[in-house]
């Protein structure tokens, strides 16, 4: 019964590097989304993906790239990391019933 | 873009007390979600409302969709400890693209023994 399932857990950048979130689902779910989560702020949509083959952007994507794989594997990517990027990153997946979520990937850019 | 404006932002209650919240937004919204995320995990699903005017519970909970469509409200009844966490609404987006999810900024739950 894994559900979401995100790699890694924790991630330290120096900023300029490059690096990839991973997210994978084994629910059969259509929908797959990508936050990112800062104190006070809830969690801001990166990046979603309605379907496979389709992606849209959310309300903070500058400085993001994503990468709808197939209908399990939906990827984050982050070209050139900045400090402004430290935060935790969910992924999760949905169908009609809601959205359910990974462990999230704490990731620290210095 | 769109917004949902969710109060309050924190509460102090006593163990036992019931407790409310709302998240009201100026989008129509064809569902609403209730999570609760506690510290180091990610998000958990509560309760899911599809129908304006639908009322429903699990367990001490219980969430309303509201008639307009722009609001719904979480109450937890006899509160205890382990209900401490952060509350979050999630609205999805009514027409356009099936696919967007959006998140109020969460109400952070305190439970005194």
């Known amino acids: 019964n894994a559900g979401v399932t995100q790699t890694p857990k924790f991630q330290v950048l120096k900023t300029g590097q490059s690096m990839t979130l991973q997210c994978a689902q084994d629910m059969n779910h259509n929908s797959m989304y990508w936050y990112r989560q800062d104190p006070g702020m809830g969690l801001r949509l990166i990046y979603y993906s309605a379907s496979e083959g389709t992606t849209d952007k959310g309300e903070v994507p500058n400085g993001y790239n994503v990468s709808r794989l197939n209908k399990r594997e939906f990827s984050l990517r982050l070209e050139s990391a900045a400090p402004s990027q430290t935060s935790v990153y969910f992924c999760?997946?949905?169908?009609?019933?809601?959205?359910?979520f990974g462990q999230g990937t704490r990731l620290t850019v210095v | 873009g769109q917004q949902l404006n969710q109060s309050p932002q924190s509460m102090f209650i006593q163990e036992g007390e019931d407790v409310s919240m709302n998240c009201t937004s100026s989008s129509i919204f064809n569902t609403w979600l209730w999570y609760k995320q506690e510290p180091g995990e990610g998000p958990v699903l509560l309760i899911a409302l599809y129908k304006a005017g639908e009322l429903t519970s699990n367990g001490r909970l219980t969430a309303q969709f509201g008639i307009t469509r722009k609001d719904s409200f979480l109450n937890i009844s006899a509160s205890i400890p382990s209900d401490v966490g952060i509350y979050f609404c999630?609205?999805?987006?009514?027409?356009?693209?099936?696919?967007?999810?959006?998140f109020g900024k969460g109400t952070k739950l305190s439970v005194k023994p």
């Open positions: 999760a997946s949905s169908v009609s019933l809601g959205a359910f």
């Open positions: 999630a609205g999805k987006n009514y027409g356009g693209s099936q696919g967007n999810l959006i």
